[in-house]
C-alpha cells in the first residue's frame, strides 16, 4: 500500500507505541480482540486486490469481529472496505470469485445469527431486544451522564502522536490517488460520522449512550498509516525546511504537563516512584524532541520512537497502569488490582489491599 519500505515502519511504531492499544492489548479486552481482527481484515483486502483468494480471509475477519463487538461495527467496516476498493480497485466489485470468498469466509457467523434468530422464535415482542443484543454485542447502555472526561483522557493518551494526526490527514487529502491515502480518508472519515451519528440517535431515541462505547479503538491503525507517510514525508523534506511550530509547540506543553505530575507523584505521603520516573520520562522525551524540532534536526522522530517506547515500558511495569484512581491523598489501584486478577484468572477471597 506504501511506495516505501520507510512509511510502513514508521506507521508499524505509531501504532505500537499508543497507549490506548497496549492498554487493551495486553489485558487481552474485547477491544483489544477486535482491533487485531480489524487489522487482520484489513490486510487481507490489500492483499486481494492481487490474489483474490485473500477475500475469504476477508470473510473470516470481518465474522470474527460480528461474533466479538456486533453486526453495527462489522456492517461498518464493510462499508469502509467496499468503499475503499470501489474508489481504488472497483473491478473487485464486479468480480464473482471474489464476493464468494468473503461470503464463504462470512459463512460461520451467518449460521450463528441464523440460529439465534430461529431459537427466539421472531415473536415481534422480542424483535427489538434481539436486534439490540445483535447489533451491539458487549456494549451495555448506561444513563445520559456519560463520563465524557473518561472518553477524552483516554484519548489524550495517545499522545504525542495526536500532534501529528491533522498534518498527515491534510497530506492523504493531498495525495488522494495513493492507495494508502483512499484508505486513510474513507477510513477515517466514513468511522467517525457513523460514530457521531450513531452516539446522537442513541442519545436523542433512548435518552442513553453505551457505556464501553467510549473509546476509538478502530480509529488508530487508520492514524498510524497517517502518520506513518507524514513522517516519511518529514524525513525527506529539504534541511533549511522549518517544521511547524505547532509541533513544537504541543510537545513543550505536554512536556510541561508530564513534569508537573512527576513532581506532584515523588512529593505524595506514599510516594509512587514508578508514576514519578514514567511522567519524567515523558516530559524528557517531549523537551528533547521539541528542541530538536525547533532546530530543524530530524532526530526528534527518533527520540519520539525511542523515548515512547522506554516511557510506556516503565508504566507498564508499574502497578498502576490499569485503572488508578485517586483516594485520599494518594494514589490507590484497588480497582487496577481487581481487574488484573480478574483477566488471570483468579478468584480472590478477600478485598484488595491498596498500594503495594
Known sequence: IFPSRQTAIFSSLIYLTLLPVIHHGRLALTDG????????MIWCVLRSRRDLRWSFGVGIGLGLICLTKGLFLGLLLL??????????????LTSVYWWNGLLLGIAPTTAWYAVRLLELG???KDIFSLLQGLLWASVETNLINFPWYHLILREIFAVPWILFWPYGLYLAWNNYNWSWAKLVLVWTGLYLGAVALYLGLIAVI????????GDFLPIYPALALAEGALLTEVWNWPRNKNFPRFW???????????????VHFSRLDLVNWSLALFFASVALTMT????????????????LFWGSYFSLLLFVTSPYWIDCQPKGGHFSCDQALEVKSEVLGYQRSNKVVSDP
Not at 34 to 40: E, G, K, N, R, W
Not at 206 to 213: C, V
Not at 288 to 301: C, G, N, S, T, Y
Open 122 to 124: 421472531l415473536l415481534p
Open 206 to 213: 433512548f435518552k442513553e449512550l453505551p457505556g464501553d462505547f
Open 248 to 262: 513544537s509547540i504541543g510537545l513543550s506543553l505536554m512536556a510541561i504537563a508530564a513534569s508537573i505530575l512527576s
Open 288 to 303: 528533547i524532541a521539541a528542541i530538536l524540532i525547533v532546530r530543524r534536526d530530524l532526530q526528534f522522530i527518533v527520540v
Open 33 to 40: 480482540i477486535v482491533l487485531c481482527l480489524i487489522v487482520l
Open 79 to 92: 462499508t469502509v472496505a467496499l468503499l475503499f476498493l470501489g474508489w481504488d480497485t472497483p473491478r473487485l
